[in-house]
C-alpha cells in the first residue's frame, strides 16, 4: 500500500513502542491513546481518530474519563474528516492550541548547514541523558520533572543494540557545555525517522547547533534503514527552520488540549 508522507508520519504516532510500563495503551481500530496518573501530556494522548461520525461524541466522552485529572491532549491531522470530531471535542472543553505543517526529507537529499565549533555526540552515559534533560528544560522553558527510574529507563531505551530511540547532544566545543538537545525515533515497517523535541537553549541559537543536531539524526536515521526523516512541525517556529534545511512541507496537524477542570 502507497502511503503519502502524511500517513506515514500519522502512522508513527500509533507505535507505542517506546511508552513506559506504567503508561496503559489503548489501541482499537478507531482509536488509539495513552493513559497515565502522570501529568506530562505525551502520556494522555490521543493519537488516531478513525470513527464515524455518530461514534464521534461517545469516544471524546470516554477519553475524558479516563483522562479526569490530567491534561489531555487530541492530535487531530487533515488527513481525516474532522468537523464532527472538533465539534466534539470543544463541547468537552478541549481548545485548539498549536497548529503543526508535516515536514519531511529524503535522508539522502539533506545537505546539512555547516557548524562551527559544535560537537555531537549521541547519548549513550548517565551524563548525556543528563546533559539531554537540561537542555530541553532551558529551550522549551519546562522544568526537568524525571525521575532516577525515568533515567534508568531512557537511558537503556535508546543505548541497547538495536535501539530504536536514538539521542544526541551537541556542546560548544571549546567550553564543553550542552547547548543543543534531539532525538529521533526509527520505524522500520515505514523506513522512517520521527524526529522529535530538537531545542537550543537561547544564548547559543544562530550557532548552527540544530544544524549539527539534525545532521547526525538523519545520519543515524539513514543507517538504521529510513529513506526519509520529518516531524510536525510548529507553523511559527520549527517549520520555517527545517524549510530553510531543505525540508519539505505537507499537511497539518493541531493540537486540542484540555486542562483537567475542562477548561
Not at 517506546?18 to 482499537?28: F, G, I, T, Y
Not at 461520525?53 to 487531530?76: C, D, I, N, Y
Not at 533515567?151 to 530504536?164: D, I, T, W
Amino acid at each position: 500500500m502507497d502511503l503519502s508522507m502524511d500517513e506515514i508520519v500519522e502512522r508513527t504516532q500509533w507505535d507505542f513502542f517506546w511508552v513506559p510500563e506504567d503508561v496503559a495503551v489503548v489501541d482499537r481500530p478507531e482509536i488509539a491513546y495513552l493513559h497515565s496518573p502522570r501529568h506530562g501530556l505525551l502520556y494522555n494522548a490521543v493519537t488516531r481518530t478513525r470513527a464515524t461520525p455518530e461514534r464521534v461524541g461517545e469516544l471524546v466522552q470516554e477519553v475524558t474519563g479516563v483522562h479526569a485529572g490530567v491534561r489531555s491532549r487530541w492530535l487531530v491531522p487533515d488527513t481525516i474528516p474532522s468537523e464532527e470530531l472538533e465539534r466534539a471535542l470543544d463541547d468537552a472543553g478541549y481548545t485548539p492550541v498549536q497548529r503543526h505543517h508535516t515536514c519531511t526529507i529524503a535522508v539522502d537529499a539533506y545537505r546539512p548547514k555547516p557548524a562551527q565549533d559544535i560537537v555531537v555526540h549521541p547519548v549513550d552515559s548517565t551524563q548525556r541523558l543528563r546533559d539531554s534533560w537540561s537542555v530541553m528544560a532551558q529551550a522549551f522553558g519546562r522544568p526537568n520533572d524525571r525521575s532516577e527510574a525515568d533515567l534508568v529507563q531512557e537511558l537503556e531505551e535508546c543505548s541497547k543494540p538495536g535501539a530504536r530511540v536514538q539521542r544526541f547532544v551537541a556542546y560548544d566545543e571549546p567550553s564543553g557545555e550542552p547547548i543543543s538537545a534531539g532525538g529521533v525515533n526509527v520505524y522500520p515497517t515505514l523506513r522512517f525517522g520521527f524526529l522529535w523535541a530538537g531545542g537550543t537553549i537561547p544564548e547559543a541559537r544562530g550557532r548552527g547547533a540544530y544544524s549539527a543536531l539534525l545532521k547526525a539524526r538523519t545520519i543515524r536515521a539513514r543507517e538504521l534503514g529510513a529513506t526519509h526523516v520529518g516531524l510536525y512541525a510548529v507553523v511559527d517556529t520549527s517549520a520555517p527552520i527545517v524549510m530553510r534545511q531543505g525540508f519539505e512541507k505537507h499537511g497539518s496537524m493541531t493540537y486540542w488540549d484540555r486542562h483537567p477542570s475542562g477548561a
